[in-house]
Structures are given as C-alpha cells and as structure tokens.
C-alpha cells in the first residue's frame, strides 16, 4: 500500500484521457452537462478538439458515442452514474451492448456520492442491470493506481465497458499500477488470513481492509478481496474462497440485490459451501447524509463491517 496522498478516481481519469488523447486524436470525450462533476475541464482546455458537448441528454449522449464508435473513434462517454444507467440504459442497450460497440460509459458520482441529494442521484441499482447486459464489462476502481492500470487497459481495448466511481478521494490501497490490475476478470488478494474472507470493489474496499485491521485486534484474521472487475468475474478465485472459509461478507454501495453479493453468489451456489453474507444498502431509499454518514448507518464502513462479522463468528 502507498503512502501518497489520496486523490479523487476522477482527476486521475483525466490525466490519463489526456495523455492517451495526445497520442491518439481518435479518443474523444463526450459529456453530458458533467465537464466539471467529471473532472475534466483541464482535458478539455488541452485537447478541445477532442470533447463534445451534448448538455443535458443523456440518451443521445450514448447514441452519438455508438456512432462515433462506429466511425472509428475511440468515444468515453461522461455522465452521473445515476441518469447514464437509467435514462439512457435503452441506448446502452441497443446501440452499444447488441453490436458489440466500443464505446467507454463512465459513470461518474456513482452509488451514494451525491448523498444528501437523495434518491433521485443515487445510483445503486446500476451494477444490477450493467452486469446484466451482453457485451459490456464492468469496473469499479478503487484507487489511483487500479485507476490508472485500468484505463491504459481501457484506452486500447475495443470491448464496451462500464465505469462506475464516485466523489471522494480514495486512500491508496496498492502501490503501483501494475499490481492494481492485471487483467480483466483477475480479482487480487489483498490480505491473507484464515478465519473470514471480505470481498469488496470500489469504495469499499478501504473499509473492506480497515475492518480486517480491526477484526485482527479481536483474534480474527481476515482475508480482504478486491474484486477489481464485476464482469468479466474471478469465478476461479471465488470458488476457491467458497471452499476454504465457512463464512463470506461481500460488502458494496449498492442495493443488495443483483449486485455484487448476487454475483458472488451465484459461484457460491455451484462451487462451494460457505454461507454468504451480503453488505449493503436495503431494499428502500437510502437516507440523506454525508457518505460517510450514510456508510456507518448501514454498517458498510470499517467499524461497521468488523461489527457484523464478530456477531456472525460469536
């Protein structure tokens, strides 16, 4: 783990675009009324060329990515997680998923990030229907390093993705870019211990390895996995899991359904025998508050976390 300072998933997104947009005047940034939200007002003063501006139309925001995709751009599509996988989920659907099209959804602000916003901003069903949709990959990076790692993947590949990050800045949970992500569908180890295993992805993963520090104060040893991507999914990994641990906690902003628990879950049912336990938001509109608020009400931060699993183990 580095000990750089923690720095926002969006700013490094950024960077990358414009050092990959430099090389390549075929990527291009389409946003939706999100410039600012999505951290790139310093790419579009650099390559301003190479960014389009639709306003506040999410829909067509993606049907004109597919085109551009389909004319030989490389297009990232910008837009707040919560009206990109919703309002638009049709487009991402039919235009880009059903022809297999390259086009890069990056939903911004995602899960619980615009907090006291309330429900109308929070995204915590989108990992239900991306995951569900053919063709399309689905990440959620959870530092500056994975972040990094995984957009010198994204800026190549030709494959339709599904980014989802949110507004905070992250702590660092790797060191370098390398070690962060390897390859799609390649989960990573980040603590070994042989009493409970967590697995997490995006945010949570910070919390994931602060409630395994505290857990190990009680005498329980936790193994921390960062899923790195939804789909394509280690299923290899977590069926060796399922079968060397009694108990599993997937931990995730999101709803409880459909979402990461349910993916794990569903290797669980076939490959192991261990009970699973799913963490995160329940089925009713999440309450107003900061995220951090919001994360301990729901146990989903560190303390939270270690608190279910010793109720579990006791």
Known sequence: MSEEKARKVGEVICEQLVDAGKNDSDIVVLTSDSRGSGSLVPFAKELPKQIVEVGIAEQDL????????????????????????????????????????????????????????GSTHHSLQDLAITRAIPNLEVYMPCDQYQTIGLFKYLVKSDKPAYIRIGKKALSNC????????????????LRNGKDVALVAMGETVPEALKAADLLEKEGIKATVIDLVSLKPLDTELLSKISNEFSDIYTIEEHSIYNGIGSA??????????????????????????????????????????????????S
């Open 62 to 117: 993606v049907t004109i990515s597919a085109g551009l995709a389909h004319s030989g751009k490389r297009p990232f599509a910008v837009s707040p997680a919560a009206f990109l996988t919703m309002r638009s989920i049709e487009q991402v659907k039919v235009d880009v998923s059903y022809s297999n099209t390259n086009v890069k959804l990056l939903g911004i602000s995602g899960g619980n990030s615009y907090s006291v916003l």
């Open 174 to 189: 790797y060191s370098n870019p390398e070690e962060a992500f390897v390859k799609p569908g390649k989960a990573n180890v």
């Open 264 to 313: 794990v879950a569903e290797v669980v049912a076939t490959s192991g025998s261990a009970k699973l336990h799913i963490l995160g938001f329940p089925d009713a509109p999440a309450i107003a508050g900061t995220q951090d608020e919001v994360f301990g009400y729901y146990g989903l931060d560190g303390a939270g976390i270690a608190q279910n699993v010793e109720k579990s183990i």
